[in-house]
């Protein structure tokens, strides 16, 4: 699970316009924040609170999960790619 300040994600701009409707945006979030000098902390016995819903309220497109993590590697792990 990916958690941040809400000061933080504003300072780093939010999500990136470029991805299309939801998934890839912890992936890229993490990327971002390790690649432009941020701190990611293993906090081992930590808690962390998220309401799982009984049923999706939107409909889920993998091949646009795909694409969104995609450019996040892309996007900073250019370097890294072969």
Same mark, same amino acid.
């Given at each position: 699970?990916?958690? %941040?300040w809400?000061?933080? #994600?504003?300072?780093?701009?939010t999500?990136? %316009?470029n991805m299309?409707? #939801?998934?890839?945006e912890h992936i890229e979030m993490?990327?971002?924040t390790w690649?432009?000098?941020g701190r990611i902390l293993v906090v081992p016995c930590s808690r962390m609170g998220h309401?799982?819903?009984a049923k999706?309220?939107?409909i889920v497109h993998v091949p646009e999960v795909m694409k969104n993590t995609k450019r996040a590697a892309l996007v900073w792990l250019d370097e890294h790619l072969e």
């Open positions: 699970i990916f958690g %941040i809400k000061d933080n #994600w504003e300072q780093m701009g999500y990136d %316009i299309t409707e #939801w998934g890839g993490s990327l971002r690649r432009c000098h309401v799982f819903r999706n309220p939107y």
